[in-house]
C-alpha cells in the first residue's frame, strides 16, 4: 500500500485530514512522492502538523544563505549534505587542526609559507571530510532524521538525495580526501588512515550509548594529533594532552549542541550526553573544561611553549569563554542552545590568533 504525498500538505492539509502528517509526506512537499508505508509503523513515524513541516522548510530555505541557493538547482541538494551552508562543523573539525600546525611550527622552526601552505591543505581536508562525514551521519540516520522536526528537511531523509546517490557521493569525497593525505608527509598517513573507522561508525553510537558524543569527540579532534607529523615532528608528550584538551571540548559543546533535540529524542528513541546527564550538565561541563583547560596547559609546558605571551594570554581567553557559556547557555532553549554552540568558533580562533602572534614573534626573533 502507497501514501500519495500532495504539495497540499503545505497548504495545512492533511493526508489523514486530521491537521496532522506523517513523515512519509515531508518530501512530497511541491511534488508527488510515493513511498511505502510499511517502512513507517506507529512508533516508528511520529506526526508533525503541516505547519511545523512548512516552518522547517522555510527554515531550511532561509539557511541556505546567497551563495549555496545560487548553485545549480540539482546541486544544492549535495552542497547540503556537505553542510556547506552551515559551515560551524568544518570550523570546529579545522581549528584544532591549526594549533597543532602552529606549535609544530614553532617547535620546528619551520618558515611561514611552509606553515600558510599546511594551514591551506588541512583546511581544504576538513571541509572535505566533515562533508564526508555528515554525508554518512545523513545515510546512516535517514530514517532517524524523520524522526525529528530539525533534521526531516535533511537532503535523504526529504527524499531529495537516494540513498544510492549519498554513497556515490560519499565515495567522491572519500577519494579527494585521501588525495588531501597524500600530500602531506608519510608519518601522517597511517596516523589519518586510523581515524577511518571512528568516522565511517560514529553515527550509529547514537543508537546503543548515551554517549554518541564520546565517539564524535574521537574522529572529530585527530586532527590536533596530525598537525605536528605534517610539520615534521612526532612529540607524543604534547600531542596527546593537546588531542585530549581538544576532545573535552568537543564534548562540551557537542553536548549543548544535543539539548536542542533532547526533546524529540527521547520519542525517537535516539540517544545523547544531554539526555544521560540532564540536570547535572552543566556541573559535568565544567569539571570537563576545568580538565581541558589544564591538558592543553600541559600541552603548552611539555613543548615549551606555554611561556610565550600569546599562548598565555589566549588560554586565560580560552577559559573565560568556555565558562562563561556554561554560565550562560539556557538548555531549555533551542536556539539559545545553537548561539552559544556557533560562538565556539570564534573561541577557538582566538586560541589560533594568540598561536600566531607567537609564532610571528619567533620568525622575528623575541621568543
Not at 177 to 182: A, H, P, T, W
Request: with cysteine; proline share 5%; charged share 15%.
Amino acid at each position: 500500500m502507497f501514501v500519495w504525498c500532495r504539495s497540499s500538505i503545505l497548504l495545512g492539509k492533511s493526508i489523514v485530514g486530521s491537521g496532522r502528517v506523517t513523515i512519509a509526506g515531508i518530501s512530497g512537499i511541491g511534488r508527488k512522492k510515493f513511498m511505502s508505508s510499511s517502512s513507517f509503523s506507529k512508533n516508528s513515524a511520529p506526526t508533525f502538523t503541516s505547519k511545523e513541516l512548512e516552518v522547517a522548510r522555510k527554515e531550511r530555505l532561509d539557511g541556505l544563505g546567497p551563495f549555496i541557493s545560487r548553485l545549480p538547482k540539482k546541486w544544492i541538494p549535495y552542497a547540503e549534505l556537505m553542510r556547506l551552508e552551515k559551515p560551524v562543523g568544518t570550523w570546529l573539525l579545522y581549528l584544532p587542526c591549526t594549533w597543532s600546525i602552529i606549535m609544530g611550527a614553532m617547535m620546528q622552526g619551520a618558515t611561514l609559507g611552509a606553515t600558510a601552505g599546511m594551514l591551506g591543505i588541512f583546511g581544504v581536508g576538513a571541509l572535505v571530510m566533515r562533508g564526508a562525514g555528515c554525508t554518512i551521519n545523513d545515510y546512516l540516520d535517514r530514517k532517524l532524521d524523520q524522526r525529528v522536526i530539525r533534521s526531516v528537511e535533511r537532503p535523504i531523509a526529504s527524499g531529495r538525495v537516494s540513498p544510492r546517490g549519498a554513497l556515490v557521493f560519499l565515495g567522491t569525497q572519500t577519494l579527494v580526501g585521501m588525495g588531501v593525505l597524500s600530500l602531506l608527509p608519510a608519518q601522517c598517513w597511517w596516523l589519518g588512515l586510523a581515524s577511518l573507522p571512528i568516522v565511517f561508525t560514529y553515527p550509529l553510537f547514537k543508537r546503543f550509548t548515551y554517549y554518541p558524543q564520546a565517539a564524535l569527540s574521537a574522529c572529530f579532534n585527530w586532527g590536533a594529533l596530525l598537525g605536528f607529523p605534517a610539520m615534521g615532528i612526532m612529540n607524543w608528550p604534547t600531542m596527546i594532552p593537546l588531542y585530549l584538551s581538544s576532545y573535552l571540548w568537543c564534548m562540551t559543546y557537542d553536548t549543548i549542541y544535543a539539548h536542542q533535540d533532547k526533546k524529540f529524542d527521547i520519542k525517537a528513541g535516539i540517544k545523547s550526553t544531554a539526555l544521560a546527564w540532564g540536570p547535572r550538565t552543566k556541573s559535568i561541563m565544567k569539571a570537563m573544561s576545568i580538565s581541558q583547560i589544564t591538558l592543553l596547559a600541559a600541552a603548552g609546558f611539555n613543548s615549551g611553549l606555554l611561556w610565550g605571551p600569546g599562548f598565555l594570554g589566549g588560554l586565560g581567553l580560552f577559559a573565560y569563554r568556555l565558562f562563561g557559556m556554561i554560565k550562560k547557555v539556557d538548555l531549555d532553549n533551542p536556539k539559545n542552545c545553537w548561539k552559544y554552540f556557533n560562538g565556539n568558533i570564534n573561541t577557538g580562533l582566538y586560541f589560533t590568533y594568540a598561536l600566531t602572534v607567537d609564532y610571528i614573534l619567533r620568525l622575528l626573533g623575541f621568543l
